[in-house]
């Protein structure tokens, strides 16, 4: 996708997505975190500015996409995915580690109900 996101949609597409799945698993773009289906996240705080999309999650950090151009929902028979990608960067910062991706895509999935 090459055109501008409006954030304050996917702000909004996120919220509801979260609100609908409490409890969610995380893919980084250099794989899993932790065991696959393993370590549970929740949305503790989203924000957006002008090329800046913030996420935060209650046990891993603070997600920072800068030029955000790749959102996406999926939903198959067994789980929904919220997948971001075709960013500048993705910045993540947690209370021991900062890690920056300039590539890749970082998903969030849950459970099918």
């Known amino acids: 996708m090459s055109t501008e996101l409006n954030l304050e949609k996917v702000v909004v597409e996120i919220r509801d997505w979260f609100e609908e799945n409490e409890a969610t698993w995380l893919m980084l773009p250099t794989g899993w975190d932790g065991r696959p289906y393993d370590n549970i996240h929740r949305l503790q705080f989203l924000a957006h500015r002008p090329s800046k999309l913030l996420l935060e999650l209650d046990q891993y950090g603070l997600f920072i996409f800068t030029d955000l151009k790749g959102f996406q929902r999926t939903d ?25 991706y300039k590539e890749g895509s970082v998903q969030f999935l849950a459970p099918k109900r």
Do not use: M, N, P, W
Request: net charge neutral; with cysteine.
């Open 76 to 100: 198959t028979k067994s789980e929904t995915v919220l997948r971001f990608f075709d960013f500048s960067q993705c910045i993540v910062v947690g209370d021991t580690y900062h890690k920056v």
